[in-house]
Antibody, heavy 121, light 107 residues
């Protein structure tokens, strides 16, 4: 059973860079999944940030694409999110999740517990 | 990009009621539609995928229907533990957009 765990600083300064990792256990990051980031501002809905495959192929939310970079570390079995030039609007709980692509796709069946990132000076 | 629109944004119903939530895609997505339940302070949980297939362990009072652009989540016999916000999501291709959510509570 795959388990996901987010980690990273809980506080980032405005105009700074948000950096999070999601460690995958119970399965290999080289399995055929899209490794995904989703965020949820306090009291608001879910926003898909983007996804990355173990080959490095990625897709990003067009509204965030200019500030987002995702990467995979196969040796550490984790994937990462970098979001630059953050503002208070980027304050949110950040979740990592996985999705199997293609005909076996079922949506996001495994999620991490989420980590709150606050943008404040 | 395809937009996902849910209605209503919130509803209040009595225990035992039948509740329906609608989700509309701005373009056809075949049946690549998932529903999630998120209880306050918790992680979203996958309820239904492929528009109508119940995820393992989900109570049978939950059901989904639809294809193309119009989809429905139905909770028959609403229970107190169903108080949550429900989200639809298209997952056929990126961006894998969520609806804005429907908050369900008990009268």
């Amino acid at each position: 059973q795959v388990q996901l765990q987010e980690s990273g600083p809980g506080l980032v300064k405005p105009s700074g860079t948000l950096s999070l990792t999601c460690t995958v256990s119970g399965g290999s990051i080289t399995n055929s999944h899209w490794w995904t980031w989703v965020r949820q501002p306090p009291g608001k809905g879910l926003e898909w940030i983007g996804e990355i495959y173990h080959t490095g192929s990625s897709n990003y939310n067009p509204s965030l694409e200019s500030r987002v970079t995702m990467s995979v570390d196969r040796s550490m079995n984790l994937f990462s999110l970098i979001l630059t030039s953050v503002t208070a609007a980027d304050t949110a709980v950040y979740f990592c999740a996985k999705m199997t692509p293609g005909r076996a796709a079922v949506g996001f069946d495994y999620w991490g517990p989420g980590t709150l990132v606050t943008v404040s000076s | 990009d395809i937009q996902m629109t849910q209605s209503p944004s919130s509803l209040s119903a009595s225990v035992g009621d039948r509740v329906t939530i609608s989700c509309r895609a701005s373009q056809g997505i075949n049946n690549y539609l998932a529903w999630y339940q998120q209880k306050p302070g918790k992680v979203p949980q996958l309820l239904i995928y492929a528009a109508s297939t119940l995820q393992s362990g989900v109570p049978s009072r939950f059901s989904g229907s639809g294809s193309g652009t119009d989809f429905t989540l139905t909770i028959s016999n609403l229970q107190p533990e169903d108080v949550a916000t429900y989200y639809c999501q298209k997952y056929n291709s990126a961006p894998r957009t969520f609806g804005q959510g429907t908050k369900v509570d008990i009268k």
